[in-house]
């Protein structure tokens, strides 16, 4: 089992910065993918970004690129997002995820286990 928590999320005003964190604990691995996901009121969980462990490989929705930008520590246990230029569009409930699959994957059924979620509020 991996069990993952997140950090971070809070409210800012449009225009501001918030950073994630993401520690994994348990049956990790340093080859699997990571990734953050996030759900608004009433909408589906979307794909935000994932980075790859092997190669780490980065990749990011549409919506999200030139403003988010995923990290990771060396021990490749923490995941971190950075979030610049937020908009109030980017409300939502913000979760990590995690699968051993080494090749990423931007849909969440591939992913096999998920933090309870951080909420991140954009005001106007």
């Known amino acids: 089992q991996v069990q993952l928590v997140e950090s971070g999320g809070g409210l800012v005003q449009a225009g501001g910065s918030l950073t994630l964190s993401c520690a994994a604990s348990g049956r990790t691995s340093s080859s699997g993918t990571m990734g953050w996901f996030r759900q608004a009121p009433g909408k589906e969980r979307e794909f935000v970004v994932g980075?790859?462990?092997?190669?780490?490989?980065?990749y990011y929705a549409n919506s999200v690129k030139g403003r988010f930008t995923i990290s990771r520590d060396n021990a490749k246990t923490t995941v971190y997002l950075q979030m610049n230029s937020l908009k109030p569009e980017d409300t939502a409930v913000y979760y990590c995820?995690?699968?051993?699959?080494?090749?990423?994957?931007?849909?969440?059924?591939?992913?096999?286990?998920w933090g309870q979620g951080t909420q991140v509020t954009v005001s106007s």
């Open positions: 995820a995690a699968d051993n699959n080494p090749f990423g994957s931007t849909s969440r059924e591939d992913y096999d286990y």
């Open positions: 980075i790859t462990g092997a190669l780490g490989r980065t």
